[in-house]
């Protein structure tokens, strides 16, 4: 299958690669890109461990062709921070224990991020529909959503 040119930005980074047309997002990022913060947990748009910042937008990049992306700016889990600065999400996850095994925080994390820039004071419903997309196969919801409402207080939606 003939391969094509495309450009985007990757946490903040531009990047020009070749990309076969069927090839995912994810996995441009992971195994062309070396960002292997984004997890696969299942392939099929169910888990959202995938999850990363298109133009803003939280989207399962397991869902989303790599071509798709040409000249969009995505953001992964390696982008949240600023510099060893962590982002109020990341932050609020670790001090509320909202995680265990890990494998789903990137994508929560991120879709939390993305909910807070839409939506900086959201109540435990709003939280819960936003991220009701992500999968926690350890049941850890509910310190992942005490997690949130912390960065909201902390104001993690002005970043
Ligand atoms: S790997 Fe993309 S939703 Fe599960
Ligand atoms: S912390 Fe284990 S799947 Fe979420």
């Given at each position: 299958?003939?391969?094509?040119?495309?450009?985007?930005?990757?946490?903040?980074?531009?990047?020009?690669?070749?990309?076969?047309?069927?090839?995912?997002?994810?996995y441009l990022?992971?195994?062309?890109?070396?960002?292997?913060?984004?997890?696969?947990?299942?392939?099929?748009?169910?888990?959202?461990?995938?999850?990363?910042?298109?133009?803003?937008?939280?989207?399962?990049s397991c869902?989303?062709?790599?071509?798709?992306?040409?000249?969009?700016?995505?953001?992964?889990?390696?982008g949240?921070?600023?510099?060893d600065?962590?982002?109020?999400v990341?932050?609020?996850?670790?001090?509320?224990?909202?995680?265990?095994?890990?494998?789903?925080?990137p994508?929560?994390?991120?879709?939390?991020?993305?909910?807070?820039?839409e939506?900086?004071?959201p109540?435990?419903?709003?939280?819960?529909?936003?991220?009701?997309?992500?999968?926690?196969?350890?049941?850890?919801?509910?310190?992942i959503?005490?997690?949130?409402r912390?960065?909201?207080?902390?104001?993690?939606?002005?970043r």
């Open positions: 299958m003939s391969s094509r040119q495309i450009t985007l930005t990757v946490n903040g980074a531009l990047h020009t690669v070749e990309v076969e047309p069927r090839q995912l997002l994810v990022l992971r195994e062309e890109l070396g960002l292997t913060g984004t997890n696969v947990g299942c392939d099929t748009s169910s888990c959202g461990a995938c999850t990363v910042l298109v133009d803003g937008d939280a989207v399962k869902t989303i062709l790599a071509v798709a992306a040409d000249g969009s700016a995505v953001t992964t889990i390696e949240i921070a600023d510099g600065e962590l982002h109020p990341q932050q609020a996850f670790r001090e509320q224990h909202a995680l265990q095994c890990g494998y789903c925080t994508g929560f994390v991120v879709a939390a991020v993305a909910l807070l820039r939506n900086a004071d109540s435990e419903q709003e939280i819960r529909h936003a991220l009701e997309g992500n999968l926690c196969r350890c049941t850890g919801y509910q310190p959503v005490a997690a949130v912390a960065a909201a207080s902390a104001g993690g939606g002005a």
